[in-house]
């Protein structure tokens, strides 16, 4: 019961975090220093006033700003985000995201389970094995791999994987399982259901989600291998050594099941970075995600599409704290019971 | 005791202590003083050149006028002899068909550019050297107390040898930032701003004799564009000029870029951090004083912040305030500063309210509570002296996510503004020739990035492990990332 309550109290202190992210974002775009309506305008247009007065009418622009805020509030909310103004001209916004937003989130899946199927293992691998070569050699890969920069190592990875012939021994990545026509461009999402189109669409991705997820591997790596030091030297684990448990029930039942509890919050806050981090690997692989999308419209000066999809993200981003408290709950016990 | 020790019969030790005219103090402040000498001028130009584009900001007529008078200020300093100046050890000559002309020496500029670098981080060194001996005689000879609390958390920092390395890393970035004009084989001024301006002499192998060309046609013919045309790292190009990183598509020094773009980079990265910090603590000291309604809405504030990720929010932003009379202050990097310093608050904020709500339990805030201090006097003498080592630990790695951002910015085109030298935007002009063999120009800057960034990293590690051994090493992991850049 306890469990439950501690949920809702999560879920209630959402809202107001959402309402104060939207309102920021309004005062940002439509109280900043840019006039969102002229931005809209082409440069004959802006001159003239009837075009601006209607953009002006448009985006709800001639009222008072209380108005205006409370229309945008209750918009957002209705999931009502209007239609383009430049990108995809007059397309509906609503349309446009549920478009672009499955590639990304498809990336981000593979980024996420990318990481944690190397990071994890790695880490727990180093810890169980502490200072020794492979530990020093695995935790200095993971240290410069999350210094790297994400938009670098997508250009250094592209470019290996194009010559893959001449670096790699004849080994040939494009034509590797299935067949690639490019490697950069987005992943079919059509014929996701088929084992083929689902491969080729995974093939496609990898290396994006691989370049993603770099930081959160060698951070799940640094953490995943202090989290094993710590509970090996537990008092428990000696206890139940003594018992006479066998070393792979101790290693499984008593070692990593302790040692995920702090790699969970790792994991998910690894979120706001696949977020943002997508909007520069999007760019480089030339996934046409929602990442994409919002730099595009940002220095094509579409605020208000701008405005909508940073809602978006903030949904997102609250929904992955949302699920982080689910899975603590379901992974450690106490939570809940200490009253926080 | 000092109440026993009185004028007439003073403490033996105490004066020995505090005279100043000791034989070691006087070695020291000698070296100081030559070390400060020989590159006085250029501190000169550096702080008045620095206070001339401060002022000039400012779209007023006095400011003009004041601007003007540092620069001329500025122009009487340079003419000084400096140690460590072009003038004194120059790199930029010709062959003359038997030897170099116009070079340090007579000797080629490859070496003539290596003598001067070795020269700016020997004194760079020499430097650290004297803060460290200076440091060193202050705690063992001057000190009244034989021992703080610091005083350990330096020896453990000592026997970091992690933390030192990414010391070393940082020291010697700074250093290449602060150096960047004198460290470059070119200035900026030739290498791209206004290269048509300049004229050099070259030795034409084809015709044997020397002739005269404009700079700007000479970089023309120096590009590095793929195979056909390229001049790569550690080599002279047609016009006996040397590039130790190569040339860029443009055909300027790919060096001169990097150094200068250094600068850009920490300045950006002090200034954001140093106010994040300032925000951060006031906040956390605030939330940890008050606790209850207070915290609560600051945590929501932090969340709010947090729910937009900082590099989407740093996009919108940079749009947003791109065309204001503050986006144009130093290339749109003060204004970089402060989104980064708005943005990235929330992080350590987060990560300084832990420490801060620990010491707010402790019973000498009761105390100070009761015996009538102010709360503001409460946050300041008694809680800020205990959470002050935290924020070095982030500052270390929000400075280095903070060079990943910029340059991730800078590689969309956004954020600093061109031909204001970047390193992200040395990748993105070299990303086209990545396999071609103009590898280096997307290369070097993205390596370089990695190795300053891990030095931040290193660093902020070992400053965590010297304040607190017991500190798991999970924490500020975000902040080394730069919003994911």
């Known amino acids: 019961m306890s469990r439950l309550k501690y949920l809702a109290k999560r879920v209630l202190m959402m809202i107001p975090v959402v309402w104060l992210g939207a309102s920021m974002t309004w005062f940002i775009i439509f109280m900043g220093p840019i006039d969102p309506a002229a931005r809209l305008l082409s440069e004959g247009q802006t001159r003239n006033p009837a075009a601006y007065e209607r953009a002006q009418e448009q985006l709800g622009l001639n009222q008072p700003p209380l108005q205006h805020y409370m229309d945008w509030m209750w918009n957002l909310i209705t999931f009502d985000l209007g239609q383009t103004w430049l990108l995809y001209q007059g397309s509906s916004v609503n349309a446009l995201i549920l478009d672009f937003l499955p590639r990304t989130l498809f990336l981000g899946f593979w980024s996420v389970l990318v990481a944690v199927l190397v990071g994890v293992p790695l880490g727990f691998y180093a810890g169980m094995r502490s200072n020794t070569v492979m530990d020093y050699v695995a935790s200095m890969g993971g240290i410069v791999w999350r210094a790297m920069p994400n938009f670098w190592l997508a250009i250094m990875l592209l470019v290996l994987l194009q010559n893959s012939e001449a670096y790699f021994f004849g080994f040939n990545w494009q034509t590797f399982g299935v067949n690639l026509d490019a490697l950069t461009g987005a992943p079919d999402m059509s014929r996701l259901a088929s084992v083929d189109g689902f491969l080729a669409a995974t093939k496609k991705v990898l290396p994006a989600a691989l370049v993603l997820g770099s930081a959160s591997m060698g951070n799940e790596m640094r953490i995943g291998r202090t989290a094993v030091l710590e509970v090996k030297n537990q008092e428990y684990v000696d206890l139940a050594r003594a018992k006479g448990v066998s070393d792979r029930a101790i290693v499984w039942k008593h070692i990593f099941r302790n040692a995920l509890i702090p790699l969970v919050p790792v994991i998910t806050s690894e979120a706001f970075l696949l977020i943002g981090g997508s909007v520069l690997v999007e760019t480089v692989f030339g996934i046409n995600g929602i990442g994409w999308l919002f730099y595009r419209a940002a220095i094509q000066g579409d605020l208000p599409l701008v405005g909508s999809l940073m809602y978006i993200f903030i949904l997102m981003i609250v929904g992955v704290n949302l699920l982080q408290d689910v899975l603590y709950t379901f992974i450690d016990p106490r939570v809940g019971l200490e009253g926080n | ?485």
């Open chain 2, 1 to 485: 005791m000092s109440e026993t020790a009185t004028p007439e019969a003073p403490d033996a030790t105490g004066s020995e202590r505090s005279a100043l005219t000791d034989s070691r103090f006087l070695a020291w402040a000698l070296a100081g003083l030559v070390l400060f000498a020989v590159e006085a001028p250029a501190l000169v130009t550096f702080v008045v050149g620095f206070l001339a584009d401060a002022i000039a900001a400012f779209p007023t007529s006095y400011a003009a006028t004041a601007a003007d008078f540092l620069v001329g200020i500025e122009r009487a300093a340079i003419d000084l002899p400096t140690l460590l100046s072009r003038d004194l050890v120059p790199n930029q000559g010709y062959w003359n068909g038997e030897q170099w002309v116009g070079t340090f020496l007579g000797l080629s500029p490859a070496v003539s550019w290596a003598i001067r670098v070795a020269l700016v981080y020997a004194y760079a060194f020499a430097f650290l050297g004297w803060f460290a001996a200076g440091y060193e005689l202050y705690r063992r000879r001057y000190r009244t107390a034989d021992w703080t609390p610091r005083d350990d958390v330096v020896d453990r920092f000592r026997g970091h040898s992690w933390g030192k390395f990414g010391l070393v890393v940082v020291f010697l970035f700074v250093t290449m930032a602060v150096f960047a004009p004198t460290l470059g084989p070119t200035t900026v001024d030739q290498n791209m701003r206004d290269s048509y301006s300049y004229e050099m002499q070259y030795w034409n192998a084809d015709a044997q004799e020397v002739q005269t060309t404009l700079v700007g046609e000479a970089n023309r013919n120096s590009q590095s564009a793929g195979d056909s045309a390229n001049v790569g790292p550690l080599s002279y190009d047609d016009y006996g000029r040397y590039h130790p990183f190569g040339t860029m598509p443009t055909g300027s020094d790919l060096f001169t870029f990097i150094v200068v773009g250094s600068r850009i980079s920490l300045i950006i990265g002090v200034l954001s951090v140093a106010l994040s910090a300032l925000l951060a603590t006031s906040l956390a000291l605030v939330s940890a004083y008050y606790k209850g309604r207070v915290d609560l809405s600051l945590v929501l504030l932090s969340d709010a912040v947090m729910a937009m990720p900082q590099l989407l929010l740093l996009i919108m932003l940079s749009t947003v305030l791109a065309e204001t009379w503050i986006g144009g202050i130093y290339s749109g990097g003060f204004v970089l500063a402060l989104i980064f310093a708005g943005t990235g608050w929330t992080y350590m904020w987060r990560s300084v309210r832990g420490p801060a709500l620990q010491v707010s339990e402790r019973s000498w805030i009761d105390a100070a509570r009761s015996f009538g201090q102010t709360p503001t006097t409460i946050m300041r003498q008694h809680m800020l002296p205990y959470v002050t080592g935290y924020l070095l630990i982030y500052g270390s790695m929000t400075l280095g996510g903070a060079i990943i951002s910029i340059a991730g910015l800078s590689y969309l085109g956004l954020g600093v503004a061109p031909p204001t030298p970047e390193w992200g935007r040395a990748i993105n002009l070299g990303q086209d020739y990545v396999a071609t063999g103009s590898w280096h120009i997307s290369l070097i800057p993205g390596v370089l990035i990695t190795i300053v960034v891990t030095g931040f990293n290193a660093l902020g590690d070992g400053i965590r492990d010297a304040i607190d051994p017991q500190s798991d090493s999970a924490t500020g992991e975000a902040a080394g990332r730069g919003g994911g850049a």
